[in-house]
């Protein structure tokens, strides 16, 4: 059974950074996959954030490129979302999602994915 726990959210102040952690069990990283940060704030609809695939092949939501980093650690099943120069727009719950569905990864924006985590809350300040 798929597990992801996110971990790392937290209150900054505009212009700040922070790293959110996502850790996965359950799936073997071996095989095609991908893992995702999606993001959803009070009274919006959530919103995909960035994505990457087993192959490390990285993809990011429009708001947020330039700034945000989505990268793997520990054999693969760590996902880390590095995010610098926040804005007070940033502030969501975010949430981490994995699937091992080339067809869903591909239309990942669509928040179609499998699994999911239970979010971490991530508030920036003006």
């Known amino acids: 059974q798929v597990q992801l726990v996110e971990s790392g959210g937290g209150s900054v102040q505009a212009g700040g950074s922070l790293r959110l952690s996502c850790e996965a069990s359950?799936?073997?990283?071996?095989?095609?996959?991908?893992m995702a940060w999606f993001r959803q704030a009070p009274g919006k609809e959530r919103e995909g954030v960035a994505r990457?695939?087993?192959?490390?092949?990285?993809l990011y939501g429009n708001s947020v490129k330039g700034r945000f980093t989505i990268s793997r650690e520990n054999t693969k099943s760590t996902l880390i979302l590095q995010m610098n120069s926040l804005k007070p727009e940033d502030t969501a719950m975010y949430y981490c999602?994995?699937?091992?569905?080339?067809?869903?990864?591909?239309?990942?924006?669509?928040?179609?994915?499998?699994?999911w985590g239970r979010g971490t809350q991530v508030t920036v300040s003006s």
């Open positions: 359950g799936f073997t990283a071996s095989t095609y996959y991908c």
């Open positions: 999602a994995l699937d091992t569905s080339a067809a869903r990864c591909i239309r990942w924006l669509n928040g179609d994915l499998t699994h």
């Open positions: 990457i695939n087993n192959i490390g092949t990285t």
